[in-house]
């Protein structure tokens, strides 16, 4: 399974040709189908969301599509999907994202799709690919955000846990210090990355890519 897990999607051209490296295709070829649904319950100004495609936008693929799973039957998502070779889920609620993956049957699709396309995640949709943190320990590192006591199933793509936004200044709580906390009650290695950088992932091989900064725990 290939898969780009972005904290803040395209932001630089290493994150950006390491898709192309995952896909094997010149940019022309990439056909990406952009998921937005994780938004759908965010509050407030989206210029991030438009800046997430622009990014996408800026690239020159061969077509960008779009498609919120929340709002549409599985007989419109799934041919979309399968036209194209690269689904990214974007950001926003991890826990309303993992609970329209699971009801929508997207989640199940996704294994099979996989087999022959490339997997891109921005900040919650990178967060659902691999494991979630406790309860507890995502209300440490993102207070602001509702988390409920008993959390969705993630995807699981990917056994470790994913924090977005190291240091950024819009998540005061994803720092150093807090993270490291995280560790005492989970099994799982911790990658957090800031917003200039993402993990590439080719089956068993794990590489950042970043022009930032990163921990791994």
Not at 19 to 42: C, R, S, Y
Not at 108 to 115: F, I, P, Q, T, V
Not at 194 to 213: F, H, Q, R, Y
């Amino acid at each position: 399974m290939k898969l780009l897990l972005t904290a803040s999607g395209f932001t630089n051209q290493s994150i950006a040709q390491a898709l192309l490296d995952l896909a094997g295709l010149p940019t022309e070829k990439i056909k990406l189908v952009f998921i937005p649904t994780a938004a759908n319950i965010e509050e407030g100004d989206k210029g991030w969301l438009v800046e997430d495609l622009l990014n996408f936008k800026k690239q020159g693929y061969g077509s960008i599509d779009i498609v919120d799973i929340a709002s549409v039957p599985k007989e419109e998502w799934q041919p979309l999907l399968e036209m194209s070779n690269v689904i990214c889920f974007g950001g926003g609620s991890q826990q309303y994202l993992a609970k329209v993956l699971n009801e929508s049957g997207v989640g199940e699709s996704l294994s099979e799709l996989l087999k022959t396309r490339v997997y891109v995640g921005i900040s919650a949709g990178s967060m659902v690919a691999g494991r979630f943190a406790s309860p507890e320990g995502l209300k440490l590192v993102y207070p602001s955000e509702q988390i409920p006591d008993k959390i969705e199933q993630p995807l699981g793509f990917v056994d470790h846990i994913f924090i977005p936004h190291l240091n950024s200044e819009h998540f005061p709580y994803a720092r150093k210090e807090k993270i490291e906390s995280l560790k005492k009650s989970v099994k799982y290695p911790i990658y957090a990355l800031d917003d200039s950088s993402a993990l590439k992932i080719d089956g068993d091989k794990v590489e950042v890519i970043t022009e930032g900064e990163y921990l791994k725990i």
